[in-house]
């Protein structure tokens, strides 16, 4: 029997998740994945159970980053929205963001299909981003309306990739409050 050493999973969902990013989908082929990984297809599926628990693991990987990157106590209380919405405009259409921004939208189309699963983190992701704007304005339909504008504008930029846009979108929304 070999002494094969079992790798880090959490190291491996790392990994698999950073795959899934650099592709900017989900739907990797397993060999791709695994390929992606270091690790044969095989392995894959005897460490995680399969693809769907692949998903689920990188899913949720995803969402615990993403709740720790966009949580209120990154900013300080005394921060306007203003600034907020900013500093949320440039991370979110930073270079290095691309690939999030597309894998969200390959689960957003997922949640259209009809996916569950992909639908709860859809709405964890806008029950998070309302609690983080909440933080900075009490009104919940500005915050709510703030929300829909800032989702289109992401839209946009990912078709266009012109950023310049958005911004001056949200500056103009800002501003009416």
């Given at each position: 029997m070999q002494n094969e050493k079992r790798p880090d999973l959490q190291n491996l969902l790392a990994m698999s998740l950073a795959a899934f990013i650099r592709a900017g989908t989900i739907d990797l082929s397993l060999d791709r994945l695994a390929?992606?990984?270091?690790?044969?297809?095989?392995?894959?599926?005897?460490?995680?159970?399969?693809?769907?628990?692949?998903?689920?693991?990188?899913m949720t990987l995803l969402e615990?980053?993403?709740?720790?990157?966009?949580?209120?106590?990154?900013?300080?209380?005394?921060?306007?929205?203003?600034?907020?919405?900013d500093a949320l405009w440039n991370r979110t259409t930073a270079p290095e963001s691309r690939g999030v921004l597309l894998l969200i939208m390959d689960l957003s189309r997922r949640a259209w299909n009809g996916s569950a699963r992909a639908k709860a983190f859809y709405a964890e992701q806008q029950r998070l981003w309302i609690e983080l704007l909440l933080g900075f304005s009490p009104n919940i339909s500005f915050v709510e309306d703030?929300?829909?504008?800032?989702?289109?504008?992401?839209?946009?930029?990912?078709?266009?990739?012109?950023?310049?846009?958005?911004?001056?979108?949200l500056t103009r929304f800002l501003s009416s409050e």
């Open positions: 390929e992606s990984v270091g690790v044969s297809k095989r392995m894959l599926i005897h460490y995680f159970g399969g693809r769907e628990e692949i998903e689920e693991r990188a615990d980053r993403l709740r720790q990157q966009f949580a209120p106590e990154t900013f300080p209380p005394s921060t306007s929205l203003t600034v907020v919405v703030l929300l829909q504008l800032f989702q289109g504008a992401v839209l946009a930029y990912l078709i266009t990739g012109d950023c310049d846009a958005g911004r001056r979108s």
